[in-house]
């Protein structure tokens, strides 16, 4: 699903490397928190994963595909096969809850028959179902958050990616916000949290791979942090 062979990565503007030399893998339905401080690289993890930014040395695959040698017109159709979260939600401010969602589909030019079909379904799955017509300014964090899940997991991709998915919750919403994703990967998806949330690291004793000064300093299963 996820492979990180003798990674390396310099921005131009900096004479520090972000990663240095790093290799893991992440199976299919796997569920993995990648956690460090910040400034460690976790952040230059997601966006090799997603093709923001490319390794300066070594090789990211994910779903079988090298994302290095993808095309910058092969990157958005690559992308839709992962749902990301942000821990600024990131939502459309002038769209209510059912748009933000189906926007997600409308990208790839999903029929309006789909859209009222699977946006329901989504909303439904993440308990927002009496809130499709309010607008982002209207609900709670942990709602927008909710959201922004389901907007992730409308085109029903393999893998989940999310960074700092609990960082503006209060600890009972990161909690739920975990479960959630739980639950999803429960079904088959693959899912990766990038966090600094030792708690909630601690209470749900995944797979953990820890990034320190760009290096990987731990990987270990059923662990905290």
């Known amino acids: 699903m996820?492979?990180?062979?003798?990674?390396?990565?310099l921005y131009q503007n900096s004479q520090t490397w972000a990663l240095s030399d790093i290799s893991f893998q992440i199976n299919p339905g796997e569920f993995v928190?990648?956690?460090?401080?910040?400034?460690a690289g976790k952040s230059t993890i997601t966006k090799l994963i997603t093709g923001e930014e490319s390794a300066t040395e070594g090789e990211v695959i994910v779903n079988g595909i090298s994302v290095g040698a993808l095309t910058v017109k092969e990157l958005p159709f690559f992308r839709r096969s992962i749902g990301m979260v942000f821990q600024d939600f990131r939502l459309l401010s002038s769209m209510n809850v059912f748009e933000n969602v189906a926007f997600a589909l409308r990208v790839r030019g999903a029929r309006m028959s789909e859209i009222k079909r699977v946006v329901?379904?989504?909303?439904?799955?993440?308990?927002?179902?009496?809130k499709m017509t309010a607008k982002p300014s209207e609900l709670s964090g942990g709602e927008?958050?909710?959201?922004?899940?389901?907007?992730?997991?409308?085109?029903?991709?393999?893998?989940?990616?999310?960074?700092?998915?609990?960082?503006?919750?209060?600890?009972?919403m990161s909690?739920?916000?975990?479960?959630?994703?739980?639950?999803?990967?429960?079904?088959?998806?693959?899912?990766?949290?990038?966090?600094?949330?030792?708690?909630?690291?601690?209470?749900?004793?995944?797979?953990?791979?820890?990034?320190?000064?760009?290096?990987?300093?731990?990987?270990?299963?059923?662990?905290?942090?």
């Open 175 to 225: 909690r739920h916000i975990t479960s959630l994703m739980e639950e999803i990967n429960s079904r088959g998806t693959t899912v990766v949290v990038i966090t600094h949330d030792r708690e909630i690291v601690n209470e749900f004793r995944k797979r953990v791979i820890e990034i320190d000064t760009g290096y990987v300093v731990r990987d270990e299963f059923h662990s905290g942090y």
């Open 33 to 39: 928190f990648i956690v460090g401080s910040s400034g």
């Open 2 to 9: 996820i492979e990180f062979n003798n990674v390396s990565k």
């Open 144 to 172: 927008q958050q909710r959201v922004a899940l389901a907007r992730a997991m409308v085109n029903n991709p393999p893998l989940l990616v999310a960074d700092e998915p609990t960082g503006n919750l209060d600890p009972q």
């Open 120 to 130: 329901p379904n989504a909303l439904a799955m993440v308990g927002l179902s009496d």
